[in-house]
């Protein structure tokens, strides 16, 4: 039943013009919807692939969140690149389980690299292979 269902991810964010910029200019999604379903409670809706993302107004996640969005893209390197042409900075991890060269970490079968959006959320983009 749910394998044909929709994802619709809900976040948060402090300043939600901020947030449209950063969705639109930075991340090249379009924006599809800004409205306030409930008075006192606007939202913006972006749609990539088959998922939406809905952002209302609210504080940023703590740091220590374990929440994350990733992107599947076919090339990594091709899609930092773009995405750091557009303003976005890439997070960099020297860990024991992930290091980051040049801000992307190579896991097990894939590689990946991480980001926050103007309101502190956690993305990602991967590839498989």
């Known amino acids: 039943m749910l394998g044909q269902a929709r994802v619709l991810v809900n976040l948060s964010a402090p300043d939600l013009d901020e947030a449209a910029a950063f969705y639109e200019q930075r991340l090249g999604l379009p924006l599809e919807l800004r409205h306030e379903p409930m008075p006192g409670h606007p939202e913006l809706r972006f ?7 809905c952002l209302t ?3 940023p996640p703590q740091p220590q969140s ?3 969005v990733s992107f599947k893209v076919d090339d990594v ?3 930092v690149r773009d995405l750091r042409s557009r303003g976005v900075t890439f997070e960099e991890y020297d860990l024991p389980s992930v290091k980051t060269v040049d801000g992307i970490a190579a896991i097990g079968g894939y590689r990946a690299a991480w980001f926050t959006d103007s309101g502190g959320n956690l993305f990602g983009v ?4």
Do not use: M
């Not at 749609?47 to 993302?53: M, R, Y």
């Not at 991967?126 to 292979?129: K, N, R, T």
């Open 47 to 53: 749609t990539t692939g088959g998922a939406t993302l």
């Open 57 to 59: 107004r609210g504080e």
């Open 66 to 68: 374990k929440e994350l």
């Open 77 to 79: 390197d091709a899609a």
């Open 126 to 129: 991967f590839e498989e292979g």
